[in-house]
């Protein structure tokens, strides 16, 4: 089965650029299947990670960056692959 993380926050308003950075620099313990960063008006960040594993698997997260770069904590979504 395939299961997609979602990671998503957004910045404190002209920070986004950082924010942007921050992700991506992050490095989780073990790599995805898969990794994609995005990056949306409002200073939003999305990081999408695909594995190989079972729905409640414990798998590596990116953590919450600084509480000074960011508006709210962070959002997180867990998805399975359906077909």
Do not use: C, Y
Request: aromatic share 10%.
């Amino acid at each position: 089965m395939t299961v997609a993380l979602m990671w998503e926050a957004r910045a404190v308003e002209g920070r986004g650029a950082e924010l942007l950075a921050w992700a991506r620099a992050q490095e989780l313990a073990v790599p995805p299947l898969r990794r994609e960063t995005f990056r949306a008006p409002q200073d939003r960040v999305l990081v999408i990670t695909w594995w190989d594993a079972e729905f409640d698997a414990v798998l590596p997260e990116l953590p919450e960056p600084d509480g000074e770069l960011v508006t709210r904590a962070v959002h997180r979504w867990r998805f399975e692959t359906v077909g």
